[in-house]
């Protein structure tokens, strides 16, 4: 199974960026997608996720209203459009993929993941 993370970069506060995610090695009905970022010196931290299926999003509270994950089945890719981009978004965005185990799925901590991928770096600068 291979996660494959692009589309990290340096922007401007205030600029966009859209991440992508290419994932291959099995097929990932009953999975969900998620985005995790890890600034410097800090913990890995949840973005959002998206079921692979039937493409139902979540959003961590504080990222909603500047983000938008979406997947586009026939390509295999997962993105992450983030608009608004301050300073403090800088960080690694990391793509993982864990399994919907049941109706009373979190997967909004890193363990609950199976695979990852190997992160792309955001830079965004004032």
């Known amino acids: 199974v291979q996660l494959q993370a692009s589309g990290g970069g340096s922007v401007q506060a205030g600029g966009s960026l859209r991440l992508s995610c290419v994932v291959s090695?099995?097929?990932?009905?009953?999975?969900?997608m998620g985005w995790f970022r890890q600034a410097p010196g800090k913990d890995r931290e949840f973005v959002a996720h998206i079921t692979w299926a039937g493409g139902r999003s979540h959003y961590a509270d504080s990222k909603q209203g500047r983000v938008t994950i979406s997947r586009d089945i026939a390509k295999n890719t997962v993105y992450l459009q983030m608009n608004s981009l301050k300073p403090e978004d800088t960080a690694v965005y990391y793509c993982a993929a864990g399994r919907i185990s049941s109706v009373y799925y979190s997967l909004t901590t890193e363990r609950e993941y199976d695979y990852w991928g190997q992160g792309t770096l955001v830079t965004v600068s004032s």
């Open positions: 090695g099995r097929t990932f009905n009953g999975y969900a």
